[in-house]
């Protein structure tokens, strides 16, 4: 696609359910990001996949969290047994593969914001 | 481990320049990113340091000394609309390339 697509944009959903956030990256991007944004707060690192393997997922808050990736494309981010503390904006971004000296700039989606109630 | 260092917040007045200091420490590096970020929106990408010196593009310049683990963000001309956050980013490559990102500087320009 022309660029980060996120879905949905917003949700609303009550503590203790299951959500799933989906990210489709821009077409050829091999790698991909999700980061966390409190209010007023920076970017929160969460996990980054290159290709469909995720080499680090040391950013993933608890193991409430999970995330995938197939094909090379889309990815989905899940949050399990959701509290009030998850309510923040999910960034999705995605770039070329990196390689030294590249300037592999990530592009961001508009954001899924998550509200916990 | 990684931490990459920038002010909380700042203030300009419209018509000045200002810059943006940011330090970081990771285990590697592949380039230093800044971003732009107005409220309620995404990031959107200003610059890109993989050498040390000056980048220039238009009013806005970035600098990188890899030695020092040290970059800056010079805005010059400021304009209302430059009042937003700026987040600085390292490509971290000991663990495959991630990027970290700093706190961000909320920048507000004043007429």
């Known amino acids: 696609g022309a660029g980060v697509s996120q879905s949905p944009s917003n949700k609303v959903t009550e503590k203790g359910k299951d959500v799933e956030l989906r990210c489709d990256p821009i077409s050829g991007h091999t790698a991909l990001y999700w980061y966390r944004q409190r209010l007023g707060q920076g970017l929160e690192f969460l996990i980054y996949?290159?290709?469909?393997?995720?080499?680090?997922k040391s950013g993933l808050p608890s193991d409430r969290f999970s995330a995938e990736r197939t094909g090379e494309s889309v990815s989905t981010l899940t949050i399990q047994r959701t509290q009030q503390e998850d309510s923040a904006v999910y960034l999705c971004?995605?770039?070329?593969?990196?390689?030294?000296?590249?300037?592999?700039?990530?592009?961001f989606g508009q954001g899924t914001r998550l509200t916990v109630v | 481990g990684q931490n990459i260092d920038q002010p909380t917040e700042m203030t300009a007045t419209e018509g000045a320049i200002v810059q943006i200091n940011c330090t970081y420490q990771t285990s590697g590096f592949n380039g230093l990113f800044w971003y732009q970020q107005h409220a309620g929106e995404a990031p959107t990408f200003l610059s890109y340091n993989v050498l040390d010196g000056l980048e220039e593009k238009g009013r806005f310049s970035s600098f990188l000394s890899r030695s020092k683990g040290y970059s800056y963000l010079l805005l010059k001309e400021l304009q209302m609309k430059d009042s937003a956050s700026y987040l600085c980013a390292v490509r971290d490559t000991s663990q495959g390339g991630k990027l970290i990102f700093g706190q961000g500087t909320e920048l507000s320009v004043k007429p």
């Open positions: 996949f290159q290709g469909n393997s995720a080499p680090d």
């Open positions: 971004a995605s770039s070329l593969p990196t390689g030294w000296g590249r300037n592999t700039e990530a592009f």
